[in-house]
């Protein structure tokens, strides 16, 4: 069975940091890309963050170019966003999301874990 599970999420003011954490288990046999995505109410879920498989290649929304850090450790299996200079526009719940590599390209998301920043 496969599961991702988000944590360190919570409160914090604007400026500050929190580092997101996503613990992945049941996807032994297949590579994975792996993503972090947040949805703020009444908005649609949008991409902040992703990384490749083996860690090589990142990519990330403009707005969070300079102030996120996607990492990966396929060792312990989890993947981790480092957010710096927090914005309230940036609360939202944010979501981990695997992408299977090869076909069939399986998807699996995570609860995801809410992110609160107060002006």
């Known amino acids: 069975q496969v599961q991702l599970v988000e944590s360190g999420g919570g409160l914090v003011q604007a400026g500050g940091s929190l580092r997101l954490s996503c613990a992945v288990s049941g996807l032994t046999g297949s590579i994975y890309d792996m993503g972090w995505f947040r949805q703020a109410p009444g908005k649609e879920r949008e991409l902040v963050a992703t990384?490749?498989?083996?860690?090589?290649?990142?990519n990330y929304a403009d707005s969070v170019k300079g102030r996120f850090t996607i990492s990966r450790d396929n060792v312990k299996n989890t993947v981790t966003l480092q957010m710096n200079s927090l914005k309230p526009e940036e609360t939202a719940v944010y979501y981990c999301?695997?992408?299977?590599?090869?076909?069939?390209?399986?998807?699996?998301w995570g609860q995801g874990t809410q992110v609160t920043v107060s002006s």
């Open positions: 999301k695997a992408i299977r590599v090869t076909v069939p390209k399986n998807v699996y």
């Open positions: 990384i490749s498989w083996n860690g090589a290649s990142t």
